[in-house]
């Protein structure tokens, strides 16, 4: 059964009422938590590729690329659950996991149930919420991987039009 159905949630796919790359992220998070993401990408075998600037490199540890100086480009992972779904971490704190989603790629109740099979991957394996929030609305999220329901939940009423 789905997570969220299509019909309730599509204004929070909107993306000319969410900004078209929402927010996702998991707070609280630590070192061992980006470990922990980067593992379960190479287990799940997703296509993923790294990136430093524009240079292609192999995965590197969580550490290594969180212990980078300050003043250092930040690098990211493009990561593909399915190949026309892309998901794009932000490499640039250890307190937070945050990626960027293509709202734009997420149309519909297919995409829908692998967008929330992503979260929901990423919140059991880290034990802590995957939230959404809009595109620069930080700390609103209007949707997310709830670790006691285990499942994605709505955390904002649907806006109707």
């Known amino acids: 059964m789905a997570d969220l159905l299509w019909d309730d ?4 796919f909107d993306p000319d009422l969410m900004g ?32 430093e600037g524009e240079t292609v490199l192999p995965v590197p540890r969580a550490e290594a690329v969180l212990s980078r100086p300050a003043d250092a480009e930040c690098p990211d992972l493009r990561v593909w659950p399915t190949p026309d779904v892309l998901a794009i971490f932000r490499l640039h704190a250890d307190d937070e996991v945050d990626f960027d989603v ?5 149309q519909g109740q297919e995409r829908l149930d692998v967008f929330c099979g992503f979260l929901r991957e990423i919140g059991r394996r880290l034990g802590k919420s995957v939230l959404m929030d809009p595109e620069g609305d930080y700390g609103h999220p209007v949707l997310g991987f709830d670790v006691e329901a285990d499942r994605v939940v709505l955390l904002a009423d649907p806006q109707v039009r």
């Open 102 to 106: 293509d709202l734009r790629e997420l």
């Open 20 to 51: 078209s790359l929402p927010d996702v992220r998991v707070p609280d998070a630590s070192v061992e938590d980006w470990q922990a993401v980067l593992d379960l990408v190479a287990e799940k075998d997703w296509k993923c590729q790294y990136y």
């Open 9 to 12: 949630v599509k204004c929070f």
